[in-house]
């Protein structure tokens, strides 16, 4: 009687020990053995790789899909390497952007294949004196920005307006600035001795007038009217004006010793527009 209790007690321990082997295996250290395959599947693909930002070319698309915002919003439209007859290269940029759009294009990088640069600031209205303080460089629908490898004859980056050629009396820039500023408009004038007159309107565009010009002496007026044909005396009557501000930026990249950034091959290259956050924006090829 006692060997078949010891039997039945021998099959039940048996019997627990494999149900234990199979239904508990960490107690066996069995874990290990269990492929990822057989995990059931409310535990796969639950956390996906941080999104990360591909440079393509003409695409700029993210790894997970999204379009990068900057992506041809500002165009490389056009390249002007150094020559024997240009001492500095020109890099001109065109913002491509809604009505009522900008975009700030400081700090955004334009890489060939040899260097780079980055967009430094600049004064969007040059005050009288140039005493503007610099600011980040915004871009408008329709606006350029011009970059120049040389320097600055003002130490300044601004953005062109129409009293700008006035700056070229105290010397020149390279290149020259435009000269646009407004003429002497015969409603102004026509109080004036005929003499004034003639000598008004004989300036040429953004020339100012001679310290004794021939006009009579005691003709004050006229002499006040032709000391606003400088830069400070067409800024204070024409900053208001809507049309006040060209659509250009001009940007000087070389340093205050004279010494060019120049980043361009003079046969061909390929450039690339970067925006602030490394994403490519546009390239041009040449």
């Not at 796969?44 to 992506?71: C, D, F, W, Y």
Request: charged content about 25%.
């Amino acid at each position: 009687m006692h060997k078949f209790i010891g039997l039945i007690l021998l099959v039940v321990i048996i019997g627990f020990v494999f149900f234990a082997y199979n239904k508990l295996p960490q107690y066996f250290g069995r874990d290990s053995d269990k492929s990822d395959t057989q995990k059931p599947p409310a535990f796969q693909s639950k956390i996906k790789p941080a999104p990360v930002i591909v440079r393509q070319e003409k695409s700029a698309i993210s790894a997970v899909g999204t379009v990068v915002s900057n992506l041809e919003k500002v165009k490389i439209s056009g390249i002007r390497p150094a020559s024997s007859g240009r001492n500095y290269s020109e890099i001109s940029l065109s913002a491509n952007l809604q009505e009522g759009e900008k975009i700030n294009i400081t700090g955004w990088q334009i890489k060939s294949n040899k260097a780079y640069f980055f967009v430094p600031r600049g004064a969007e209205i040059y005050e009288p004196g140039g005493l503007s303080a610099p600011s980040d460089i915004y871009l408008r629908r329709g606006d350029k920005a011009r970059l120049y490898s040389n320097t600055s004859r003002v130490g300044l980056n601004f953005k062109l307006n129409k009293c700008i050629g006035y700056l070229e009396t105290a010397g020149s820039f390279t290149p020259s600035l435009p000269k646009n500023c407004p003429r002497a408009n015969r409603s102004e004038i026509v109080g004036f001795s005929g003499a004034c007159q003639d000598y008004s309107l004989s300036l040429r565009t953004c020339a100012p007038a001679n310290d004794n010009p021939p006009v009579p002496y005691n003709d004050q007026p006229c002499r006040d009217f032709l000391k606003t044909f400088t830069y400070l005396g067409c800024f204070e009557r024409y900053q208001d004006d809507a049309d006040f501000l060209s659509r250009e930026w001009w940007i000087w990249l070389g340093d205050s010793f004279g010494n060019q950034a120049d980043i361009l091959d003079p046969r061909h290259d390929q450039v690339r527009l970067y925006d602030d956050k490394g994403n490519l924006v546009d390239e041009y090829t040449y």
